[in-house]
């Protein structure tokens, strides 16, 4: 089956910095979303995004379907962005294939 | 409803007993998704339903998980004789089609003493 990879497993910064989180995956994808789980097990929607560049106030992301990987790029990051971010993928009808999350602590 | 519901929030279980677990996906969404996540991983695929039909059973780890979704809407997820290795979040999720974005309800954490 497919194979989803993300990068880094862990993240630490200081409120106001910026990241880039790293979602790549074995092979061709029809759907691609970006979740944040929240302290609470939450998975908040971020972002669906098979191919192209999508923004949403700080948050944006980029697919490269052809090159099989997918980038989140948080801004002035909060405390409250903290948490563990995931990477999912379908293909062709299967079921979504997750991968191991990045974990991202952000200090006052 | 607005969103895609599940409960109880929080269950816990003797070993042996019998579990069921409830999702109410979003009101005209045809795929119907469950996930189990245990402690510190990502979610794990158990089962999917496209309307009543359950498309896929490959993920369910044991012959004791049962899920069924009657009427294309409301969808439970059975666990007989409940073991400890069966705690975890379950998570349910719906979309339009297949392929279409999805959304996850706030799960269902299960804690088999």
């Known amino acids: 089956g497919i194979q989803v990879e993300q990068s880094p497993p862990d993240l630490i910064l200081q409120e106001g910095a910026n990241s880039t989180l790293r979602c790549n995956f074995s092979?061709?994808?029809?759907?691609l979303q970006w979740f944040h789980q929240n302290p609470w097990g939450q998975l908040i929607n971020l972002f669906y995004?098979?191919?192209g560049t999508k923004q949403n106030g700080r948050l944006s992301a980029t697919t490269v379907a052809t090159e099989r990987y997918s980038l989140l790029y948080i801004s002035s990051s909060q405390t409250t962005d903290s948490g563990v971010y995931f990477c999912?993928?379908?293909?062709?009808?299967?079921?979504?294939?997750f991968g191991p999350g990045t974990r991202l602590s952000v200090l006052p | 409803g607005a969103g895609v519901s599940q409960s109880p929030r929080y269950k816990v279980a003797k070993r042996g007993q019998d579990v069921a677990l409830r999702c109410d996906p979003i009101?005209?969404?045809?795929?119907l998704f469950w996930y189990q996540q245990a402690l510190g991983q990502g979610p794990e695929f158990l089962t999917y339903?496209?309307?009543?039909?359950?498309?896929?059973k490959s993920g369910l780890p044991s012959d004791r998980f049962f899920a069924e979704r009657p009427e294309g809407s409301v969808s439970t997820l059975k666990i007989q004789r409940t073991q400890q290795e069966d705690s975890a979040v379950y998570l349910c999720?719906?979309?339009?089609?297949?392929?279409?974005?999805?959304?996850f309800g706030q799960g269902t954490r299960l804690t088999v003493v």
């Open positions: 999720a719906s979309s339009f089609r297949v392929r279409t974005e999805a959304f």
């Open positions: 339903f496209q309307n009543e039909a359950q498309l896929d």
């Open positions: 995004i098979p191919s």
């Open positions: 009101s005209g969404h045809v795929s």
């Open positions: 999912a993928v379908i293909r062709y009808g299967q079921n979504f294939v």
């Open positions: 092979d061709s994808v029809n759907n």
